[in-house]
Nanobody, 125 residues
């Protein structure tokens, strides 16, 4: 059973940066594609970024392309989301997710079968 724990959220001013981390335990991390999603109250969970098992392929939502970078360290069982040039509309709970049935990136929540508890990111204007 894969367990995911996010950290690194917080309050930041617009234009600032944050780095989210996701620590995985259990399972075979290096065989999983990983993703980041976000959600605000009353709205559906939204895709942010994904990375393949090797890190060789990444995918980003248009809203974060050029500002966010996803990366992973298979030896440490970690996945990261570097967020730069943050905007108030980036405010959300951010979730780390594992896609244990595929090595490849995906952008829909139903493709992921393990989720962390989320970390709050708040961007003030």
């Amino acid at each position: 059973q894969v367990q995911l724990v996010e950290s690194g959220g917080g309050l930041v001013q617009a234009g600032g940066s944050l780095r989210l981390s996701c620590a995985a335990s259990g399972g075979t991390f290096s065989r999983y594609a990983m993703g980041w999603f976000r959600q605000v109250p009353g709205k559906a969970r939204e895709f942010v970024a994904a990375i393949s098992w090797s890190g060789g392929s990444t995918l980003y939502a248009d809203s974060v392309k050029g500002r966010f970078t996803i990366s992973r360290d298979n030896a440490k069982k970690m996945v990261y989301l570097q967020m730069n040039s943050l905007k108030p509309e980036d405010t959300a709970v951010y979730y780390c997710a594992a896609r244990s049935k595929s090595l490849l990136v995906a952008s829909t929540p139903r493709e992921y079968d393990h989720w962390g508890q989320g970390t709050q990111v708040s961007v003030s204007s």
